[in-house]
């Protein structure tokens, strides 16, 4: 059974550029959820998505933030016209939907912008 | 967004010590989640943790789930350099919400 799985591990953009980053759940997980991490901090919650709605998105910025997380494929989690303060890891986490709600994390996607 | 405090925030430690890290909070859990984190990587699940006063072993270590609901333990025996990255606790609370809450993280460093 395959875990979490993020793509693309490594994304450099310059100011300005879009950003997208994939997220696959684990197998028969139907919960993802996505966190924000700098260096040498703790894990930020942004959002928290089951298949088709957004159920809680209170830890993401207002703007040029966006995620979903469709009937079919990954989730995505979108910036647009990215800033330098938007570098950082984004880790993407799963869980199955039925307690216990255990999360599982994927490798992360480390975003540098330049 | 609300955190529990985790501690040590860091400890540096020889090799063959016992370590023991704690997350208190002013909620009540109903679980209780214990990670690692190495250097570039995700954070991987160490032990979980359901019902007060529940201890729970995986190799060297060891959690337990307080019995006041709001606090809970790790325990790592004879360490060795592979333990060295950052240990979070992450806890579920009881009402209506399927966020957990993520400690601040433990940093460890082992001293061969």
């Known amino acids: 059974n395959a875990g979490v799985m993020q793509n693309p591990r490594h994304l450099v953009r310059r100011r300005g550029q879009e950003a997208r980053l994939r997220c696959s759940p684990m197998?028969?997980?139907?919960?993802v959820y996505w966190y924000r991490q700098l260096p040498e901090e703790g894990l930020k919650f942004m959002v928290y998505?089951?298949?088709?709605?957004?159920?809680?998105e209170s830890g993401m910025p207002k703007e040029r933030f966006s995620a979903e997380f469709p009937k079919e494929g990954p989730s995505i989690l979108r910036i647009q016209q990215v800033v330098r303060g938007d570098s950082a890891a984004y880790f993407c986490?799963?869980?199955?939907?039925?307690?216990?709600?255990?999360?599982?994390f994927g490798p992360g996607t480390r975003l540098t912008v330049t | 967004g609300q955190q529990l405090n985790q501690s040590p925030q860091s400890m540096f430690i020889q090799e063959g010590e016992d370590v023991s890290m704690n997350c208190t909070s002013s909620?009540?859990?109903?679980?209780w989640l214990w990670y690692k984190q190495d250097p570039g990587e995700g954070p991987v699940l160490l032990i979980a943790?359901?019902?007060?006063?529940e201890l729970t072993s995986n190799g060297r270590l060891t959690a337990q789930f307080g019995i006041t609901r709001k606090d809970s333990f790790l325990n790592i025996s004879a360490s060795i350099p592979s333990d060295v990255g950052i240990y979070f606790c992450?806890?579920?609370?009881?009402?209506?919400?399927?966020?957990?809450?993520f400690g601040t993280g433990t940093r460890l460093k082992v001293l061969a």
């Open positions: 986490a799963s869980s199955p939907p039925t307690g216990p709600y255990e999360q599982y």
């Open positions: 998505l089951q298949k088709e709605n957004i159920i809680d």
């Open positions: 909620s009540i859990f109903n679980t």
């Open positions: 943790l359901y019902k007060a006063g």
């Open positions: 197998k028969g997980h139907s919960h």
């Open positions: 992450a806890g579920h609370p009881t009402s209506g919400t399927y966020k957990y809450i």
